[in-house]
């Protein structure tokens, strides 16, 4: 917060404060004089009931006063007061730090037992794959899916179908270093509209085989082998897909197929040594490879 808007932000706050004590302790001193009294007497509702101004029952006013001194307290105490840290010294990054390393200590040795052992006894423990399905609800399922299927542009991690190969260790690089997979757009490469379509349809049909006769075969020869492979198997260390399976990344219509040609795509799976560590990390390869090796 920039100077001026911290004492921006203390003075309005002091200031609601003062006004807060002043309406109650005036409210408090306002007594109906005789005059009022009197004419109360025409508005008479129930019998006994009438309007007057007179001043709060005790408990009620000094509930009030004590609010606002319980206020001033918490912003002496507490963060509040614009760039005020607060003479109790809490802060929320302190306590969530404190939690994680609670959390740590708790789990840690956990993790560490787990992660000694090596991936096929892993991949086979219930325990460990138990722990494995928690972390990969907390840190993998807002992408992959809550059942690891995948969406479009989300690889599904249950089927046999890897852009980076689907060895424990393997996947255990994906997860640690991330990947980011670079399609470029080759609109122009591929000569316009023309040449697009007939790339397109040649995509299609590449499951069936190549089709040499093809316009875009030669085309193909040129552009795309070098990522994608002479038959169209794709390259596990540039995360090129096959193109000759019927598992789709990012779909088999005409439409995404023209999409990727033109725009390119580049799904990037963010590196999570650093947030979840190594432990953790290798728990989870294990379970993420015992989803297609049950
Ligand atoms: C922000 C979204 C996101 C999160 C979170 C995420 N991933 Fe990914 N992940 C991706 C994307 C996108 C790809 C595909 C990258 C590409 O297209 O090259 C991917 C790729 C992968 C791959 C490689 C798949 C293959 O076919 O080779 C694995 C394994 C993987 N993720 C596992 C995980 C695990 C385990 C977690 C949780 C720790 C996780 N991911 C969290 C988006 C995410
Ligand atoms: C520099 C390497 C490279 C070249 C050259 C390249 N691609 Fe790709 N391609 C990729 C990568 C990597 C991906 C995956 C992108 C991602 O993970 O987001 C991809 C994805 C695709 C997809 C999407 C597949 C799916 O499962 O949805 C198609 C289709 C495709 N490429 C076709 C082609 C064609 C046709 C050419 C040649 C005209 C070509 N690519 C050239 C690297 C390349």
Request: hydrophobic fraction near 40%.
């Amino acid at each position: 917060m920039s100077n001026a808007w911290s004492w921006y932000v203390i003075i309005g706050t002091v200031a609601t404060l003062v006004a807060c004590f002043w309406v109650v302790t005036y409210a408090n001193k306002q007594r109906a004089s005789k005059e009022e009294i009197a004419e109360s007497e025409a508005h008479v509702w129930d019998e006994d009931i009438r309007e007057l101004n007179n001043p709060l029952p005790m408990w009620w006013f000094w509930l009030f006063i004590l609010t606002v001194i319980w206020s001033a307290l918490y912003l002496v105490w507490y963060p509040g007061m614009g760039d005020f840290e607060g003479v109790g010294d809490w802060s929320q990054e302190q306590q969530y730090e404190a939690e994680v390393a609670a959390a740590e200590a708790e789990y840690g040795p956990m993790f560490a037992a787990f992660a000694e052992q090596d991936f096929a006894d892993l991949a086979r423990d219930p325990a460990a794959l138990g722990v494995g399905a928690s972390l990969y609800a907390n840190y993998c399922s807002q992408c992959h899916g809550s059942t690891a299927m995948g969406a479009r542009g989300f690889p599904n991690l249950t089927d046999d179908d890897w852009l980076y190969g689907g060895s424990p260790q393997q996947i255990e690089q994906s997860i640690l270093n991330g990947r980011s997979g670079v399609m470029p757009a080759l609109g122009a490469a591929l000569g316009g509209d023309q040449g697009v379509d007939e790339m397109v349809s040649y995509v299609q049909s590449m499951q069936d085989g190549l089709d040499q006769d093809s316009p875009a075969h030669a085309r193909y020869m040129t552009l795309c082998v070098a990522c994608h492979g002479p038959t169209g198997t794709g390259n596990q260390v540039l995360g090129a897909p096959s193109l000759v399976d019927d598992t789709w990344l990012y779909g088999s219509s005409p439409q995404a197929i023209r999409k990727t040609l033109l725009e390119g795509r580049n799904g990037v799976m963010p590196a999570h040594g650093d947030l979840i560590g190594a432990d953790r990390a290798r728990i989870l390869a294990a379970y993420v490879y015992s989803l297609s090796n049950p």
